[in-house]
């Protein structure tokens, strides 16, 4: 995870698009050196967030620090752009080249803390469609954290993974309740054992817990544990990125 510091318009934000910009591209430059797979952006810091939008400001923001990113980063890179707005994400990463994105609210309905959030799988594919993104991975969180799921609670986390693969999902997320928190390994075994799609550890991974995970799993987000002190809102530590590294190492040995 790359979390990108509080954009211009947001309430937070003290830096320009300028220092935003070789902050981001020196933490990318931490996971590429040290050997991660894939980055993904997130604008995390602009809390408190909207909900299915983001405005013109943050979408042009992204997007020149996106394409700046992209000249210099080598490996995979996603994008996120919170809450939930998952079209503007996809415009972003097709104008700067991106690979991926991470959509939330992509089948069914929850209550987050931004208020009720529905499915857009339809419109977020036709959208993907229109603009020639078809080469664009859509990876959606099912059962989000930061969530209430009480209206959908004779709904499992099976049955909500087999619709979003239904839906063409291309790949599905698993989360703990919160960032940071870990994922159950029940949850991420139950969905691995009954979908074809890659599975993807959404929150909560770090050198302890990945050992258990390995088996389960086709992908890890990363953020909390790479960060000083193990928290989300501060810089990446290279001596916690080295020694996940070489944890994943170890496993793949």
Known sequence: MVHIGALPGTPTNNLSIKDLTIQALREASIYENEGLD???IENMH???YLNKKAGPEIVAALSRICCEIKKEIKIPIGIQILAGANKEALAVAHACDLDFIRAEGFVFSHIADEGMMNSDAG???RYRKKIGAENIKIFTDIK???SSH???EDIS???TAKAAEFFLSDGLIVSGTSTGVATRIED???VKENSTLPVIVGSGVNTDNIVI???YTDAFIVGSSLKYDGKWENGVDRKRVKNFVNCIKKLNQ
């Open 38 to 40: 894939a980055i993904i």
């Open 46 to 48: 602009d809390r408190p």
């Open 123 to 125: 419109e977020l594919l």
């Open 144 to 146: 989000k954290k930061h």
């Open 150 to 152: 009480l209206i959908t």
């Open 157 to 159: 986390l099976v049955e």
């Open 188 to 190: 991420v075994r139950a």
């Open 213 to 215: 995970l390995w088996n």
